[in-house]
């Protein structure tokens, strides 16, 4: 009982200023044998993406995405949910400057207003080609009905105990980073 199985899609167009791309997943699980088990399912997901760089520094994009799920025996509808995500950037210098403004809309299947709203403020000093310092501020803002976690861990037995969104809750993170590869 434990089949299933899953493919994945991903071409990607690189030319010069212009990054363009496509996802796609289908994803099929099946019901697990336990005490807690769930009810098989399929997932379709599709993500179109492109970024330009105008050459002065400044970057800016669009990623849109859906994602669909249905019950795996009897076909109906789990959840069907459109993404959008808007990032631009500045560099001078060695500063590293950028915004990304994030909306999911609400499930058209789960009752409920399930949208929600990140707001995202960042700054990069780049010491080298290799290494970096960075402080980020995401301000995420849940609709009633939605728990979307910044740190999408999905459950709280991937987290700290009580550090999953609950319904309605809004979440702000503050991050500082040291990256050297």
Do not use: C
């Not at 949208?115 to 970096?132: D, E, P, Q």
């Amino acid at each position: 009982a434990r089949k299933g199985q899953a493919w994945y899609l991903m071409p990607e167009y690189r030319s010069g200023a212009i990054r363009a791309g496509y996802a796609y997943g289908d994803v099929k699980t099946e019901a697990l044998v336990a005490a807690t088990a769930t009810a098989p399912a399929n997932f379709k997901m599709n993500k179109l993406w492109g970024e330009y760089a105008f050459g002065n520094g400044l970057e800016m994009g669009v990623t849109w995405a859906k994602y669909k799920g249905t019950h795996g025996t009897t076909g109906v509808s789990l959840v069907d949910v459109r993404k959008t995500i808007l990032p631009v950037k500045y560099t001078t210098g060695n500063n590293v400057f950028a915004y990304m403004y994030g909306k999911s809309a609400d499930d058209r299947v789960q009752a409920g207003d399930q949208s929600a709203v990140t707001n995202m403020l960042a700054y990069n000093y780049l010491f080298s080609k290799r290494t970096n310092m960075g402080l980020a501020w995401v301000k995420m803002k849940n609709a009633a009905a939605a728990a979307l976690d910044i740190t999408n861990t999905g459950s709280p037995a991937y987290s700290a105990s009580g550090a999953s969104a609950l319904l309605g809750e809004d979440q702000t993170l503050i991050a500082l980073s040291l990256n050297h590869a």
